[in-house]
Antibody, heavy 117, light 110 residues
Framework: EVPLVESGGGLVQPGGSLRLSCVAS????????MSWVRQAPGKGLEWVAN????????YYVDSVKGRFTISRDNAKNSLYLQMNSLRAEDTAVYYC??????????WGQGTLVTVSS | QSVLTQPPSASGTPGQRVTISCSGS????????VNWYQQLPGTAPKLLIY???QRPSGVPDRFSGSKSGTSASLAISGLQSEDEADYYCAAWDDSLNSYVFGTGTRVTVL
C-alpha cells in the first residue's frame, strides 16, 4: 500500500484557487511533521510549507506567504494545501512529504498543478 | 534562487567514486543538519542521507555524507548505472525560516 497519495491538481486560471490533498495510509500520520515540496517543469526542488504534528506550527516559503495555507486533519490522516491567487510561476508538480529529513521520510508521487489561461 | 550551491553535473565510470559538494552559509549548513535526496528520472525524490551522514533503511552503504563548517558532501563509491539521477542537498535556514534545497547535481554514469 502506498503510504502517501496526493490529489487535487489540475488546470486553473491565473488568480484562481485550488486545494491539494494528501492521504496517508498509515495510522502514524499524526506522529510526523509534514511538508509540501514543488518542482516546476525541468527545474529543481522548492520547499513550499511544513506543519508540525499537532498543527501548532506552520512555515512557508516567502513566495507563497499570504496565498497558500497548509493544514492537516489527523483524524482523517490527511494533509492539505489551499492555494489562492495562483500565478503562472506556481505551475509545478506538488509533492506531499512525510518527515522531510528523518529515517521515516517518504515522498508521495506528486500532483501536477498548471496555472494558465 | 537557491541559497545552497551544487555543481550542475558530475560523472564517472562504473566502479568509480563520485563526490558532490554543497556550499551554504552559517544560517543553514553551518547550524543545521544536511539532508540529501536522489531523484531518478521520471520519479519522485527520495531521502538518501539525513542528519549529515545517516542512511535510511534500504539505502546502500555506497552512499555517504559528510559536513564541515558551511559545506557538505555526498560521496557515491562503486558507481553503478542505476545511480544516474539528480541529487539535491537541503537544510533548514534559520534566517529565512525556510527549508532550502540545493541547485541540484545531475550524475551521469559514462
Amino acid at each position: 500500500e502506498v503510504p502517501l497519495v496526493e490529489s487535487g491538481g489540475g488546470l486553473v486560471q491565473p488568480g484562481g484557487s485550488l486545494r491539494l490533498s494528501c492521504v496517508a495510509s498509515e495510522l502514524t500520520f499524526s506522529s510526523y511533521w509534514m511538508s509540501w515540496v514543488r518542482q516546476a517543469p525541468g527545474k529543481g526542488l522548492e520547499w513550499v510549507a511544513n506543519i508540525k504534528q499537532d498543527g501548532s506550527e506552520k512555515y512557508y516559503v516567502d513566495s507563497v506567504k499570504g496565498r497558500f495555507t497548509i493544514s492537516r486533519d489527523n483524524a482523517k490522516n490527511s494533509l492539505y494545501l489551499q492555494m489562492n491567487s495562483l500565478r503562472a510561476e506556481d505551475t509545478a508538480v506538488y509533492y506531499c512529504v512525510r518527515q522531510i529529513g528523518g529515517p521515516s521520510s517518504y515522498w508521495g508521487q506528486g500532483t501536477l498543478v498548471t496555472v494558465s489561461s | 534562487q537557491s541559497v545552497l550551491t551544487q555543481p550542475p553535473s558530475a560523472s564517472g565510470t562504473p566502479g568509480q567514486r563520485v563526490t558532490i559538494s554543497c556550499s551554504g552559509s552559517s544560517s543553514n549548513i553551518g547550524s543545521n543538519p544536511v539532508n540529501w535526496y536522489q531523484q531518478l528520472p521520471g520519479t519522485a525524490p527520495k531521502l538518501l542521507i539525513y542528519s549529515n551522514n545517516q542512511r535510511p533503511s534500504g539505502v546502500p552503504d555506497r552512499f555517504s555524507g559528510s559536513k564541515s563548517g558551511t559545506s557538505a558532501s555526498l560521496a557515491i563509491s562503486g558507481l553503478q548505472s542505476e545511480d544516474e539521477a539528480d541529487y539535491y542537498c537541503a537544510a533548514w535556514d534559520d534566517s529565512l525560516n525556510s527549508y532550502v534545497f540545493g541547485t541540484g547535481t545531475r550524475v551521469t554514469v559514462l
